[in-house]
């Protein structure tokens, strides 16, 4: 079983404009992030008596790096949108596929922990799986509309190289007609 086909993004666009918005939202999300990031690595790991907290500085820098390579595949996405390469949309497809089941894991952990605790954070901890089981679904029909952008460019560049092969030759009607 395959990953299902579509011929248009959201029932009202065509899947090169679909994957453009697709890039340009992931890059300004990932660039967000990043930026984010990059401050609470630099001002929130310092604890209350003015030291630095090892583990929040890793987990930061992590993010920041996670943030940064889905910034670069983001653009890559772009520039395959605009010169029609196939091969350069499989990053973007990787990368979001590997953070999608992450988000997912992390979802169903939350909400297992969820249904064992009683505290005081559970409305915030209700809000936060909800709102990344929703980026994580929202992933899912990004990664169907550029895989189906990726196979929608190999079927057209196909199509192209049998019709310039030598094995292929046109019938024109008025050649049957004599």
């Given at each position: ?22 890039g ?66 499989l ?22 922990l ?9 409305e ?30 190999m ?24």
């Open positions: 079983m395959g990953v299902p086909m579509m011929k248009s993004c959201c029932y009202c666009v065509s899947l090169h404009t679909g994957t453009l918005i697709i340009y939202v992931y890059t300004v999300w990932s660039l967000l992030e990043l930026a984010g990031y990059c401050l609470l690595v630099t001002l929130a790991p310092i604890g209350k008596n003015g030291t630095v907290s090892g583990h929040k500085y890793i987990l930061y820098i992590t993010a920041a790096v996670v943030s940064g390579v889905t910034l670069l595949c983001s653009i890559l996405l772009i520039v395959a949108a605009y010169k029609k390469l196939a091969s350069l949309t990053p973007w497809t990787i990368v979001t596929g590997i953070l999608t089941a992450a988000f997912f894991v992390m979802c169903l952990t939350g909400i297992s969820i249904l064992q605790d009683t505290g005081d954070m559970l915030v901890e209700i809000v936060f799986i909800v709102v990344h089981l929703t980026r994580a679904c929202i992933s899912v029909y990004c990664i169907v509309v550029v895989h189906s952008r990726h196979k929608q460019i079927y057209e560049d196909d199509n192209e190289r049998f019709h310039h092969s030598a094995i292929y030759q046109p019938i024109w009607m008025r050649d049957q007609a004599l």
